[in-house]
């Protein structure tokens, strides 16, 4: 089994990420579940504005479409600003539209039997809202998002530290992450044995 890590921190790297910090407890319950994980921080990319599965030379969103393609499970790992996910999350969203109408040799949606789950940070609140944004593209997309298939951590209202700042709030996040991806492992082995038809004509 196979799962991509989608970082869509503003932070290019090496800089250190406070989401790529907490989306290391999901990659480690999942590696200890045998999956192999891939992890992409897509501000390193250069991905072009719109909605197709590429958008022509230089381009590198082909890559990643690829590598989600080839992805049994998806995390998409984004940080909280004004209450919202980045505005690298919403444009992966966008590049992710074209899936809507890709479909498989079994005329399924290429986002069919794929599952998916969010991790956010954020010093102050609004984790909720863009796990629900982020939650309901990716159904709207095709994936399947298991109950609980997220984890989160805020330091709560008003400014103040970030996840990488303090140790407050990290053992909650860590369980619920253990338990989100305990669950997109198994949901996902659910669709493997009882895939999801095609929809019907």
């Given at each position: ?40 921080r897509l501000a390193d990319l250069d991905i072009r504005p719109g909605v197709t599965s590429d958008e022509g ?5 082909p890559r990643i479409h690829r590598q989600l393609l080839d992805s049994d499970i998806l995390v998409v790992a ?56 982020i939650s309901g593209g990716l159904g709207d997309i095709g994936y399947t998002v298991p109950g609980q298939a ?52």
């Amino acid at each position: 089994m196979r799962a991509l890590v989608l970082n869509c921190t503003l932070k290019p790297s090496p800089e250190r990420s406070n989401t790529d910090a907490l989306a290391d407890v999901v990659v480690t319950a999942l590696e200890k579940e045998s999956v192999e994980v891939e992890r992409v921080r897509l501000a390193d990319l250069d991905i072009r504005p719109g909605v197709t599965s590429d958008e022509g030379d230089g381009d590198e969103w082909p890559r990643i479409h690829r590598q989600l393609l080839d992805s049994d499970i998806l995390v998409v790992a984004t940080p909280t600003w004004v209450a919202r996910p980045s505005s690298i999350a919403q444009r992966m969203l966008e590049r992710m539209d074209a899936m809507i109408s890709e479909t498989d040799d079994d005329e399924r949606p290429v986002a069919y039997n794929k599952v998916a789950g969010v991790v956010v940070t954020g010093n102050e609140d609004g984790a909720h809202h863009v796990i629900a944004e982020i939650s309901g593209g990716l159904g709207d997309i095709g994936y399947t998002v298991p109950g609980q298939a997220w984890t989160y951590w805020n330091k709560g209202p008003g400014p103040g530290p970030s996840y990488n700042d303090t140790g407050e709030g990290h053992d909650w996040s860590a369980r619920t992450g253990r338990a989100m991806a305990s669950n997109l492992v198994a949901v996902a082995k659910a669709l493997t044995a009882n895939p999801v038809p095609p929809p019907p004509s």
